[in-house]
């Protein structure tokens, strides 16, 4: 099993920066992918942004303003929203899998086993 614990949501002005953490505990072992995954209300489970050993994955409506990153040492992911919009309101939910994650196409929740109880984003105008 694997656990998974997100940090750093909150409320910012639209143009703002926040970044939100996760970190992974439990049999996690060393070939893994992570990624962030978002939720407005009344909407579907959407792709934020994945990364797999050497290899990032984005959203369009992310690239430029979004960057994740994971320190291996510690099994965290990190996400760096940055120009943060309204449309950027959700809740985030933190995903993981054993083994890496490649494709030409960008991850869905399919592609994940494990998730975090997700955290709360509000972008006000």
């Known amino acids: 099993q694997v656990q998974l614990v997100e940090s750093g949501g909150g409320l910012v002005q639209a143009g703002g920066s926040l970044r939100l953490s996760c970190a992974a505990s439990?049999?996690?072992?060393?070939?893994?992918?992570m990624a962030w995954f978002r939720q407005a209300p009344g909407k579907e489970r959407e792709f934020v942004a994945a990364?797999?050993?050497?290899?990032?994955y984005y959203h369009d409506s992310v690239k430029g303003r979004f960057t994740i990153s994971r320190d291996n040492a510690k099994n965290t992911v990190h996400l760096q929203m940055n120009s943060l919009k309204p449309e950027d309101t959700a809740v985030y939910y933190c995903?993981?899998?054993?083994?890496?994650?490649?494709?030409?196409?960008?991850?869905?929740?399919?592609?994940?086993?494990?998730w975090g109880q997700g955290t709360q984003v509000t972008v006000s105008s």
């Open positions: 439990g049999r996690t072992f060393s070939d893994y992918a």
């Open positions: 995903a993981f899998r054993h083994g890496s994650y490649y494709s030409t196409r960008a991850p869905s929740t399919y592609n994940f086993n494990y």
């Open positions: 990364i797999s050993p050497g290899s990032t």
